[in-house]
């Protein structure tokens, strides 16, 4: 099946701790996304990789940091969550930076208590 | 930077009339690309509609959506509302000028179709 897949689906954690999400695109492309969607669904652009190059870095805090070890897998840490990164994290993928169309993965939701 | 405005959080039809959702979008560069992507409940966002031709009609599924560069709209319409229609809908815009990659999406309207 191609597609782009996330890990996990849901995760529940206390303020202060370390997560780590995981992100795969089968489907061959060569550039890869991180959104967040909060609870108001507002859906924004964190990262984008292009082929393992980090292209996009919208202003987000510190401790949130993706990795990229091949151009069909993305991941994101947070250090020291926050009560504000409870949201769902996106995970998308584009046959090549800027093609029109971008495919989302199921999310992983993130709930800080 | 960009820009993509929904004015309406959310619109309630009855079945069989007709949709319109409304999207105006602000960037700097003169060939935007703009998207509809719909997200229904407890499902992840997938692409209903793109353009890049101005003042050229886009279908798909049943919707449809024509780029106005001069006014700076991408409006989505249908001709007759369905009940599985209910959905999160996004107006996206593609930031063509530098090669990024990066959608700036509006803060997406919600239609709800009851019968």
């Known amino acids: 099946e191609t597609a782009v897949f996330q890990t996990p689906n849901y995760h529940v954690t206390q303020v202060g701790n370390e997560v780590s999400f995981n992100c795969k695109q089968t489907?061959?492309?060569?550039?890869m996304y991180w959104y967040k969607q909060d609870s108001k669904k507002l859906l924004k652009i964190m990262f984008s990789?292009?082929?393992?190059?980090?292209?996009v870095n919208e202003t987000v805090p510190r401790r949130f940091s993706p990795q990229s070890s091949d151009k069909a897998h993305l991941n994101l840490r947070i250090k020291s969550v926050e009560p504000e990164d409870s949201a769902v994290y996106l995970c998308?993928?584009?046959?090549?930076?800027?093609?029109?169309?971008?495919?989302f993965g199921p999310g992983t939701r993130l709930t800080v208590l | 930077g960009d820009s993509v405005t929904q004015t309406e959080g959310l619109v309630t039809l009855t079945e069989g009339l007709p949709v319109m959702l409304n999207c105006t979008y602000q960037t700097i560069y003169s060939n935007p690309f703009l998207f509809w992507y719909v997200q229904h409940l407890n499902e992840s966002p997938r692409l209903l509609l793109k353009s890049f031709t101005d003042n050229k009609r886009t279908e798909h599924q049943g919707f449809h959506a024509t780029l106005h560069k001069s006014s700076s709209s991408f409006h989505l319409q249908k001709s007759s509302a369905q009940l599985s229609d209910s959905a999160l809908y996004y107006c996206?815009?593609?930031?063509?000028?530098?090669?990024?990659?990066?959608?700036?999406f509006g803060h997406g309207t919600i239609l709800r179709v009851h019968p």
């Open positions: 996206a815009l593609l930031h063509t000028g530098a090669n990024t990659g990066k959608l700036t």
């Open positions: 489907l061959g492309h060569d550039t």
């Open positions: 998308a993928s584009s046959y090549r930076v800027g093609y029109a169309e971008q495919f």
């Open positions: 990789y292009n082929n393992k190059q980090l292209i």
